[in-house]
């Protein structure tokens, strides 16, 4: 069974540019999460959905993060526009549902901004 | 705020050793706290525990969790130069709000 689905898996771009990531969730998983990494803030949740209906956005660093569902099997995580502080991993993670705990994380999108 | 604190940050054995790695928790509304390896990539889930005094073990890992007085363990016997990792700890909420809190982690490295 294919695991999650993350793309790209590495992403430099120059400050000012759109970067969107895109996350394909394990068939079957109603819950999807977004989580950012970086050494100086550990693994924080950004954003989640349940059955493709955002839940909880609390995690949102700011305006210029946006993310969408449009169907339970694709997700995107859009940074516009992005600034170095934004490079980070970017896991992709699926759960069976809302409370299984669980989580099936992707190999996550190393994104550098210049 | 949920606060999931890991201890030691960093730790470094010779292969043969047994480790603990420390998780303690001030949460509200807790529902499970959960276990996870993170090698080069992705993390990879361990364990979950909701209940406390019940061990749960695969192989060489094995854990437990103490509700009364908020933490858990993660013990490894026999460590291998395999086991170096980061090892996380997350509190997932209750209540619909379906999300984990990760805590900082513990760096493990094997030396032969």
């Known amino acids: 069974d294919a695991g999650v689905i993350q793309s790209p898996r590495h992403e430099v771009t120059e400050m000012g540019q759109e970067v969107t990531l895109r996350c394909k969730p394990i068939s079957g998983h109603n819950s999807l999460f977004w989580y950012r990494q970086t050494m100086m803030r550990g693994l924080e949740l950004l954003i989640y959905?349940?059955?493709?209906?955002?839940?909880?956005d609390s995690g949102m660093p700011e305006d210029r993060f946006s993310a969408k569902m449009p169907n339970a099997s694709f997700s995107t995580l859009k940074i516009q526009p992005s600034e170095p502080r934004d490079s980070a991993v970017y896991f992709c993670?699926?759960?069976?549902?809302?409370?299984?705990?669980?989580?099936?994380f992707g190999e996550g999108s190393r994104l550098t901004v210049l | 705020e949920d606060k999931v604190v890991q201890s030691p940050l960093s730790l470094v054995v010779h292969e043969g050793d047994t480790v603990t790695l420390n998780c303690s928790y001030e949460?509200?509304?807790?529902?499970?706290l959960l276990w996870y390896k993170q090698e080069k990539k992705a993390p990879t889930f361990l364990f979950m525990l909701t209940s406390s005094g019940i061990e749960k073990k695969s192989g060489r890992l094995s854990s437990i969790l103490d509700k009364k007085e908020l933490f858990s363990i993660l013990n490894i016997t026999a460590t291998q130069t395999g086991d170096s990792a980061v090892y996380l700890c997350a509190h997932h909420h209750s209540l619909g709000a379906g999300k984990s809190t990760f805590g900082d982690g513990t760096t493990l490295t094997v030396k032969p």
């Open positions: 959905f349940n059955n493709n209906v955002p839940i909880d």
């Open positions: 993670a699926s759960s069976v549902r809302e409370s299984a705990g669980e989580l099936f």
């Open positions: 949460v509200t509304n807790f529902r499970s």
